[in-house]
């Protein structure tokens, strides 16, 4: 293993840089790459060099916060590789509110083998945009965090949309975050309806019948009942892990 890649070498950003440009070339039956935690801007940069140059591209996560959102080109381009089953990608305002390149030539069927998303965007409108561009979908595991804090019915419409889009018995873990959260200085809002949800509003979730991770992390208000409790397990019996804020 290079020592700029051994888990107990020190940090160097410029030995990193310089595997990721030749890595192709080296390792040619390398297709996966993951890079935990953020990275700054230059290696970020020689991962998407890696991404284009690695034609059979099936894992590539990568967080991009500290070098900025995936660009459209970069976004179609991944959805055109046949062979990727898990990537992470993060959407500005201009690209969220148009993924019209996401249906159009040469992307036909965007992310057609795609089982493991992480998306991060603005809202959640962008996410149930990405996930009706799918189509029928196979996802066994999806993270949504978004920037901007949801209405309780914005989280009732995207499970709709997942339930309308995902398919029901692969789908195995879910999170739904807002990003910065802890760190937030934004003040909690009243306790009104808008921003309170309880059980109807993650009912359409109670199809995926194999769902093992169920965890939502908003700035909202939630309520179950010992009644709402019992329906849950009963639709998801596999049920490892689950958090509903503060329950």
């Not at 309780?152 to 309308?164: N, S």
Request: aromatic fraction near 12%; charge should be negative.
């Amino acid at each position: 293993m290079p020592e700029a890649l051994h888990p107990e070498a020190p940090y160097n950003p410029k030995d990193i840089v310089r595997i990721l440009e030749c890595l192709v070339d080296l390792c040619p039956g390398v297709t996966e790459l993951e890079m935990y935690p953020q990275y700054p801007g230059r290696i970020v940069s020689a991962s998407l060099d890696f991404a284009y140059d690695c034609h059979r591209l099936e894992v590539f996560h990568v967080n991009p916060v500290l070098y900025g959102p995936q660009d459209p080109g970069l976004i179609s381009y991944l959805a055109t590789r046949p062979h990727l089953r898990k990537v992470c990608l993060s959407m500005d305002e201009e690209t969220a509110q148009d993924l019209s390149f996401l249906s159009a030539p040469p992307v036909l069927h965007p992310f057609s083998s795609l089982q493991i998303l992480f998306l991060t965007a603005p809202e959640i409108s962008a996410c149930r945009s990405f996930l009706q561009l799918l189509g029928d979908c196979r996802l066994f595991s999806i993270k949504f965090e978004v920037f901007r804090r949801p209405l309780g019915e914005d989280v009732y419409w995207l499970f709709d949309t997942m339930r309308r889009h995902c398919a029901r018995h692969t789908l195995h873990a879910f999170h739904l975050n807002q990003y910065g959260l802890c760190e937030s200085d934004e003040p909690q809002p009243h306790p009104t309806p808008e921003y309170t949800i309880s059980l109807p509003a993650i009912q359409p979730a109670l199809y995926f019948s194999n769902m093992r991770v169920f965890l939502l992390d908003l700035p909202l208000y939630g309520w179950l009942s010992d009644e709402h409790l019992r329906e849950i397990a009963d639709a998801w019996p596999g049920l490892a892990n689950f958090a509903f804020f503060e329950t």
